[in-house]
């Protein structure tokens, strides 16, 4: 198998860049864990920077994204038709919701990311297609803050797939957040999802 990640090492969650210059993480499908869903997020030099291990792969209601020293960030929960995001391990006060889009005339909208009280304003939406690694998140503004992209190998002719790509933030945009919505589309798109359809 290509080599994903360069480096083992677990160094400290590194601050956003400083530079003015976006963060390109490589996102790896998949739990550095035995027998476990999740994905392992590596930056630009190939440190650890963020980890998602699901130790029940058939439940799939509470997802916990942990830091590279397995501190918990964000804690993700299922409710009804949205996801709500939470602080650490917290079951109050959600920081913010993503919701999948159902609006028949707006095809490219995938989800949109509101405030706690459900404000649509206040929030982001994704828009493209997570299935083929392509889309975009924008602001209340229609600036865009994070992108998802299939990765390119180093070597010519090698393919990493799907369950390698690179997530790019704007430095103005929280890379924990940005990852939170990440495992949010693939629950909403991804492998399990497609599978159910029959696509």
């Not at 501190?71 to 079951?91: A, C, H, M, Q, Y």
Request: proline share 5%; charged share 20%; net charge positive.
């Amino acid at each position: 198998m290509t080599k994903v990640h360069p480096k083992a090492t677990v160094p400290a969650l590194a601050p956003p860049s400083s530079n003015g210059s976006p963060a390109v993480l490589t996102v790896w499908k998949k739990s550095l864990l035995f027998n476990c869903d999740g994905f392992t997020v590596f930056d630009a030099k190939g440190n650890l920077v963020f980890r998602v291990d699901n130790y029940m792969s058939h439940n799939n209601a509470q997802i916990v994204l942990m830091d590279a020293s397995g501190n918990s960030l964000f804690t993700i929960r299922r409710k009804k038709l949205s996801w709500l995001v939470f602080g650490g391990e917290t079951s109050t006060d959600p920081r913010f919701s993503v919701r999948k889009s159902i609006n028949l005339l707006n095809t490219k909208c995938l989800a949109r990311m509101s405030s706690p009280d459900g404000n649509p304003k206040a929030g982001h939406v994704i828009e493209g297609s997570y299935v083929q690694r392509c889309c975009a998140m924008y602001d209340e503004n229609r600036r865009q803050v994070a992108e998802i992209k299939p990765k390119e190998a180093a070597v010519k002719g090698v393919a990493f797939g799907m369950d390698v790509f690179r997530l790019i933030v704007e430095p103005e945009f929280d890379m924990a957040t940005a990852m939170a919505i990440v495992i949010i589309l693939d629950q909403m798109f991804g492998s399990s999802t497609i599978s159910r359809r029959g696509l």
